[in-house]
């Protein structure tokens, strides 16, 4: 039988009337909405279908209305008799694979999710940061730009073999995208807060730690792959340490899906709003069957993939 791996969304895919469909059409669904209300205390359901898109995309409403997404997506998934032996997330999208694969409760993930927003967020708005992405050079390039420019600025996200993105003090970062924009490649700045995954979160990783330590954490029902390893974790017993690092550290997600494919994945399923890593999936394992589940049509288009 193949073997299927949930991959799950990270910041940037969110968008109004998202997950809408799967919660109209699952009960398990609507529960994962339900469940996240209580937790963070207002309607994140009534924002992720409504927006305003300036309320949305706000760091901290955008990370727990992605997980509820993704995870409605989830339960929509296993409701319709997807099976799953792994899991991954891109970013924010490991604290939905770490309920999904029984790591943390639900409960406790919103908890989790509530508290990272909340400390990146401020950490956004006392440090001035800047992301680009570098698409048309392979890592090592991208690294040694970042190495000869004055300042602040390193590669955070390892997406693909021909995408990685950048982030630091907003003045380096426009330099050395000047850099990759002289030698006739793309550098797309991000619509982000600040500069995610480097130093210049380390308040929100000092902060943050206060809550992981309040949550029980358990080894997963399947395998769990880690951005901070871009490998599969195997150690559980020291979560609140690794989350911690987690926001300051780069996303190795191309080292995650080579982990993947050595390990025999063959079916890659996104789930969340919209389908970039989809995307990277496709770009990186060439024949790889990579699908994603965000709404009605999708589902069915993945089910159909999966036969």
Known sequence: MAKNIFLFSGQGSQYAGMAKELYDGFDSAKAVFETANSILGYD???????????????????????????????EAARASGISFDG?????LGEYAAMAASGVVSIEDGFKLIKARACAMQKAAEANSGAMYAIIGLPAEEVEKVCEETEGYVVPVNYNSAVQTVIAGETAACEKAAEVFTGMKKKAIRLNVASA????????????????T??????????????NVLGAKLEDFSNMPSLLAKHIVSPVKFTSELAAMNDAGYENYIELGPNKVLTGLVKKTLKGANAVNIENSASLEKALASLK
């Open 196 to 211: 995610f995954h480097s130093k210049l979160m380390q308040s929100a990783a000092d902060e943050f730690i206060e809550t």
């Open 44 to 74: 994140i359901a009534e924002l992720c279908f409504n927006g305003p898109d300036t309320e949305l995309n706000k760091t901290v409403n955008s990370q727990p209305a992605i997980m509820a997404c993704s995870l409605a997506a989830f």
């Open 87 to 91: 899991v991954a997330g891109h970013s």
């Open 213 to 226: 330590v309040t949550v029980k954490f358990n080894s997963p029902a399947v395998e769990f792959y880690s």
